[in-house]
């Protein structure tokens, strides 16, 4: 749209205007000559205030078009904040950078989802009922065990994510503050287990329980990797590492699972089942199997000699740089930074992961080439996460597992601000018909 000349003289529409600077935007409709006064607020109008703007009485009235939601403010958040040029992530308000070096990750899922960090008797009750929900039926091993030995985690763990559900019916009662609480301690609790038993069904490895008296990411190591040893003991730097990667994923304003969340939510579906569509979301190479690919990638680079040969494939449109790009960083994905110090400590206890070489020269050659450098294409979070949960013994399969963990807390937060949100209702956007138009049904036999 042309930017116009506010009008001094009245709105021939409404609009709220007042001396000096107007919170306003006034458009000219070129087809009938009228103008309009929408109000701004927050930096935004209204969608619907375009509505006014018709050619005649059958008209519709104005749309905005807006394909992948790309300048579309869906809801008003208080959870996180991202400045995609200067690199800025916070949960809260707090930067990820004093996060990752600090808290942990049961502490940073209570910041998300109740807004405040919270004290040490909050911390400890919070951490306590988590551990204590982190046991499964013992019937949801039999669908596990129902799935073929090489079928997706995530396709496992969608699908049992979506079970739940049917376990606690209670679940339905979505404004029900006791139920919500109930449901975030199941899920968050729930999520390791759900994901190192699927794990283990792919490995045809005995399931192992939780051990209470391990931390968070310490007993989701204990649940995937635990054989023969009567107590399992994390090792500290790889317990810290996971515990790093989960603060880093635990939430990303609206990115496309958590507005998956939070539009099946505004149906009202139970949170289970709008965050098995949320793990859905998550599962696509674009989003959480982003580092699955960086790794397919990088094995299929081969070495570094065939990094410039890549890249200009890259730039020709052939194929994408896996782990580079995103929709809102147009500068360093700030977890990308961090990840890659979390990356030299886990190499440093597990050796070092020899695609780490190609990538180095991936980044370095793309930081410095144009075509990456006009485009603001830079490494993303994905782009090392692969190469550590490699290094951490994880098979490729479960990288968008690892994902989805943290997220949980994140995903729920998002639900449970878009259901108190008064402005919110059910999900339900608009089209531009360009089909055909009404026509007479034509019987099978008159069809050539
Ligand atoms: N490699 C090469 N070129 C790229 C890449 C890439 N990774 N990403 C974007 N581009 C190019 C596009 O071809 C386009 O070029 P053009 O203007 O000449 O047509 C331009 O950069 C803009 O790209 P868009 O696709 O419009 O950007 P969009 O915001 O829609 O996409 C996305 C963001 C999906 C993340 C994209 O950058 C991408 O596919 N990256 C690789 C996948 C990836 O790493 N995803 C993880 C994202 S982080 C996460 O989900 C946790």
């Not at 400045?83 to 950078?97: A, N, Q, T």
């Not at 940073?108 to 807004?115: D, K, P, R, S």
């Not at 194929?319 to 190499?347: C, Q, S, T």
Request: glycine fraction near 6%; charged fraction near 20%.
């Amino acid at each position: 749209m042309t930017p116009v000349q506010p009008k001094t003289q009245a709105p021939q529409s409404q609009g709220t205007g007042s001396a000096g600077r107007r919170d306003s935007l006034s458009v000219t409709d070129n087809r009938t000559g009228k103008t309009y006064e929408l109000p701004i607020t927050n930096g935004a109008i209204h969608a619907t205030d375009l509505r006014q703007i018709k050619t005649g009485p059958d008209d519709f009235g104005m749309m905005s078009y807006d394909p992948a939601f790309n300048n579309t403010a869906a809801c008003i958040s208080r959870i996180s904040f991202i400045d995609g040029d200067k690199g800025i992530l916070r949960y809260r308000g707090y930067p990820i950078e004093a996060l990752a070096e600090k808290s942990t990750y049961l502490e940073t899922a209570y910041l998300i989802l109740h807004g405040e960090l919270p004290t040490e008797k909050q911390l400890n009750d919070w951490a306590y009922h988590i551990t204590h929900h982190t046991f499964i039926h013992e019937s949801i091993k039999k669908f596990l065990d129902g799935y073929h030995y090489d079928a997706h985690p995530m396709g496992m763990l969608i699908s049992t994510i979506a079970a739940l559900s049917t376990f606690y019916p209670d679940a339905k009662d979505i404004f029900n503050e006791e139920s919500r609480r109930k449901q975030t301690y199941r899920l968050i609790g729930k999520m390791p287990t759900l994901a190192a038993f699927a794990y283990r069904h792919s490995l045809g490895m005995p399931y192992v329980y939780p051990d209470n008296e391990l931390s968070y990411p310490g007993n989701f190591l204990n649940m995937l990797f635990k054989t023969t040893e009567l107590k399992y003991r994390p090792n500290p730097t790889l317990e810290r590492a996971l515990d790093i990667l989960f603060i880093l994923h635990a939430d990303h304003e609206q990115n496309c699972s958590a507005n998956a969340m939070r539009s099946v939510g505004s149906s009202h579906a139970d949170p289970f089942s709008a965050a098995a569509a949320a793990t859905a979301a998550l599962y696509g190479p674009l989003h959480g199997g982003a580092n699955e690919e960086v790794l397919r990638m990088l094995m299929q680079i081969g070495s570094v000699a065939n990094v410039p040969a890549y890249i200009k494939r890259v730039k020709s449109g052939e194929v994408r740089l896996m782990g580079f790009g995103h929709r809102i960083y147009k500068n360093y994905d700030p977890r990308a930074r961090i990840i890659k110090h979390v990356a030299y400590e886990v190499f440093d206890v597990m050796g070092k992961n020899p695609l780490l070489e190609i990538a180095l020269e991936c980044e370095r050659i793309a930081l410095e080439d144009d075509y990456f450098v006009s485009r603001k294409l830079y490494p993303n979070v994905d782009f090392y996460t692969g190469l550590i949960y490699q290094s951490m013994g994880f098979p490729m399969t479960m990288f968008p597992v690892l994902f989805a963990i943290p997220r949980t807390s994140g995903w729920i937060a998002q639900w449970q601000e878009m259901l108190l949100d008064p402005e919110q209702k059910i999900a339900r956007p608009r089209q531009i018909y360009l089909g055909a138009d009404e026509r007479p049904y034509i019987p099978l036999v008159n069809r050539g």
